[in-house]
């Protein structure tokens, strides 16, 4: 059964930085698509950034591009969401998915403020 653990949000200024970390246990992670979400209260859950089984292939929501960076390593179980110049636009409930497994972490919480 697979299951999915977020970590790293936190408080942080506008203009910081943050990374979250995705652990996927329970399944060949190396042939898994991992997404990104991030979801506001009374918002839609939001798609932030996608990458590719290898990591080859990376995909973003303008809003974010050149700000974020997904990346993953294969033999840790483990995507990653390097996040830059937040603002308080970016505080969000941010989760992981596995496509393959339409599965959900529980999310981490980041809030950008002064």
């Known amino acids: 059964q697979v299951q999915i653990v977020e970590s790293g949000g936190d408080l942080v200024q506008p203009g910081g930085s943050l990374r979250l970390s995705c652990v996927v246990s329970?399944?060949?992670?190396?042939?898994?698509?991992m997404k990104w979400y991030r979801q506001t209260p009374g918002k839609q859950r939001e798609w932030v950034a996608g990458?590719?089984?290898?990591?080859?292939?990376?995909t973003y929501v303008d809003s974010v591009k050149g700000r974020f960076t997904v990346s993953r390593d294969n033999a840790k179980n483990t995507v990653y969401l390097q996040m830059r110049s937040l603002t308080p636009e970016d505080s969000a409930m941010y989760y992981c998915?596995?496509?393959?497994?339409?599965?959900w972490g529980q999310g981490t919480q980041v809030t950008v403020s002064s």
């Open positions: 998915y596995d496509v393959f497994s339409d599965a």
């Open positions: 329970g399944v060949t992670f190396s042939d898994h698509v």
């Open positions: 990458i590719g089984t290898t990591g080859e292939r990376t």
